[in-house]
C-alpha cells in the first residue's frame, strides 16, 4: 500500500484514537482520582494521543516509504495538524455536552449584573427550560403534538441523542436519570 494512502487511513482513525484513549482515561480518573476536572482529563487523553499517532506516522513515512527527509518532515508536520484539528472539533463536541446550561446561567447573571438564586431560577426553572426546548423540537419537526401528546416527528436529533447517550457511557460518564 501506498505511504499516503496508509497516511490517510491512520488519520481517518485518529478521531478513534482519540475517543478510545478518552475512554480509558476518563474511567482510570473516575476510578482513582475522581475530583479531577473532566476538561483536565480530555487534555491528558488527546495529548498522550499523539504518542500512538506519532508512532504510526513514523513507520508510514521513515519505515516503509521512500521518501525523503523533508517530505517525511512534512507529511508528519501534516498529520500533526491534522490530528490536532480533529482533536479540537472532538473537544467542542465534547464541550457543547458539558457546558450548555452553566453559559447560560452565566450570561443571564452578566446581564443583570448580579442575581440570587432564587431569580436564576425564575428564569431557568424546570417549567420553562421544557416549553422552550418543546416549542424548538416542534419548529424543527422533531417532534409533533397530538391531543396532548408528543411523537417523534422526524428522527434526526433522537438518533445523534441516543449517539451522544452511547458516547457518554462508552467514556466512562455516569449515566443521567432519563438519558436515552
Keep these: 500500500m501506498d505511504a499516503s494512502i496508509k497516511l490517510f487511513t491512520a488519520l481517518i482513525l485518529s478521531p478513534i484514537v482519540m475517543l478510545g484513549m478518552h475512554a480509558i482515561f476518563s474511567r482510570l480518573f473516575l476510578r482513582y482520582r475522581p475530583h479531577t476536572h473532566r476538561y483536565i482529563v480530555f487534555i491528558i487523553s488527546v495529548t498522550i494521543g499523539h504518542i500512538p499517532m506519532g508512532t504510526a506516522i513514523w ?12 517530505e517525511a518532515a512534512s507529511a508528519w508536520i501534516y498529520a500533526l495538524i491534522v490530528y490536532n484539528a480533529m482533536a479540537y472539533s472532538y473537544f467542542h463536541i465534547f464541550n457543547m455536552s458539558e457546558t450548555a446550561r452553566r453559559i447560560r446561567i452565566l450570561s443571564e447573571i452578566d446581564k443583570a449584573g448580579r442575581l440570587k438564586a432564587s431569580d436564576i431560577v425564575s428564569f431557568y426553572g424546570v417549567k420553562n427550560m ?10 424543527i419537526h422533531q ?3 397530538h391531543n396532548g401528546r408528543y411523537f417523534l416527528d422526524q428522527k434526526l436529533l433522537y438518533v445523534i441523542a441516543r449517539g451522544i447517550a452511547g458516547w457518554r457511557r462508552f467514556i466512562g460518564f455516569p449515566s443521567s436519570k432519563g438519558l436515552l
Design 59 to 70: 513507520n508510514i513515512w521513515f519505515h516503509n516509504s521512500s521518501a525523503t527527509p523533508l
Design 130 to 139: 421544557l416549553d422552550a426546548r418543546i416549542d424548538r423540537l416542534i419548529a
Design 143 to 145: 417532534i409533533k403534538q
